[in-house]
């Protein structure tokens, strides 16, 4: 079992920034990808980044050039994923879900984090 909790949400206005961070908990070892997805009011949910165990990172084309995901394998008890955000845009308003996969392809996921740029 892999647990997820999930800081760093909040309200920013357009142009700014926020980290969200997603600690990992439990079997870590079992875990080959962390992620981050969102999910507006009325909507899907939908995929932000990913980044495997060696660093490869995938990002969706709407955030590409101002979202970086990194993660942090180092510590032997917890895996830490982050998701810097920047130039935030208000189509950016939605609940952030930390997500984990492991070798079975099997999914966890955070609480959510909202986030929401306004002016």
């Known amino acids: 079992q892999v647990q997820l909790m999930e800081s760093g949400g909040g309200l920013v206005q357009p142009g700014g920034s926020l980290r969200l961070s997603c600690v990992a908990s439990?079997?870590?070892?079992?875990?080959?990808?962390m992620g981050w997805y969102r999910q507006a009011p009325g909507k899907q949910r939908d995929l932000v980044a990913t980044i495997t165990r060696d660093g490869t990172t995938n990002y969706a084309e709407s955030v590409k050039g101002r979202f970086t995901i990194s993660r942090d394998n180092a510590k032997n008890t917890k895996n830490t994923a982050y998701l810097q955000m920047n130039s935030l845009k208000p189509e950016d308003t939605a609940v952030y879900y930390c997500n984990a996969m492991d070798w079975r392809q099997y999914a966890y996921w955070g609480q959510g984090t909202q986030v929401t740029v306004s002016s």
């Open positions: 439990g079997s870590i070892f079992s875990i080959t990808a």
